[in-house]
């Protein structure tokens, strides 16, 4: 990319990574664009999106010739795509798991999320979802915590999945904080963050920068590279959200620039 300001006005924080990236990925949340909107995304912004995911169990109302060359636009663009993890789960309650991977193969997509954040999943299970999955050449992505607060696991037995998770070599292990990012996870029914938890969740994690932080909303990361640096990983961002993200990455909005420029 032949960036319009480079050489012009430096970028006021340096260190950002590139792709590809194994700290600084960013996922962004797709709920069904076509070929065009698909297009100008990827031509826009691809240099900083890692990953985009077909939420929750969006993939499967849209037209197959259309998902392959939708995966394909996204590939081209060395950006990973996968269905959303609530469809798994569905394949997984169904009996219908290695269909759903086969699928998943021939519909172009070349990642697979791991989530149990609705259904009950042994860790047998999650073992053998993650290992097949692998198997077949999927980079995965697996994920800790439930949709309904009211279920999610002990910090203990978090910690445990993420250990298991990264142990089997899954990629990244992302924290679940659904679409909304409100009440569920690190985040209040207002989305604030609540900051205990995230030091009580990566104190039992070996390296946190296997973790990727869903966070929707500008405050939350905004906490999130305060706390971690720009090279958080962060995911669930919409679309639209993408330049912005980056720009509060690399000190060029007004909440990040100020300590930038106090630190040249």
């Known amino acids: 990319m032949n960036k319009a300001w480079e050489g012009y006005v430096p970028v006021p924080v340096s260190g950002r990574s590139t792709k590809p990236r194994t700290t600084g990925y960013t996922m962004v949340i797709e709920k069904g664009f076509g070929l065009n909107a698909t297009e100008d995304l990827m031509e826009m912004a691809a240099d900083y999106i890692d990953a985009v995911k077909n939420t929750f169990g969006t993939a ?29 789960e569905a394949a997984v309650a169904q009996g219908c798991y290695d269909q759903y991977l086969k699928r998943s193969k021939e519909l172009g997509f070349n990642a697979i999320e791991v989530s149990d954040g609705t259904i009950e999943m042994s860790m047998e299970i999650r073992k053998q979802a993650i290992v097949k999955a692998m198997d077949m050449g999927f980079k995965v992505i697996s994920e800790v915590g439930k949709k309904d607060p009211k279920d999610d ?108 420029v106090k630190n040249l």
């Open 60 to 88: 499967a109302f849209v037209d197959s010739r259309l998902l392959r060359e939708k995966n394909e636009i996204i590939k081209s663009y060395d950006v990973v795509v996968y269905p959303g993890g609530t469809f798994l």
């Open 153 to 260: 696991p002990s910090l203990e037995e978090k910690h445990k999945i993420i250990k298991h998770d990264l142990a089997l070599g899954v990629f990244k292990v992302i924290v679940e904080a659904r679409e909304a990012s409100k009440g569920v996870g690190i985040y209040d029914a207002a989305g604030n963050v609540k900051a205990d938890e995230v030091d009580a969740l990566i104190s039992g994690v070996e390296d946190p920068t296997k973790l990727i932080w869903e966070a929707a909303i500008k405050n939350q990361q905004l906490f999130l590279i305060r706390k971690f640096g720009l090279n958080v990983s962060i995911g669930n961002v919409p679309p639209e959200d993408i330049l912005a993200l980056e720009a509060l990455r690399c000190g060029l909005r007004g909440d990040t620039l100020k300590s930038a």
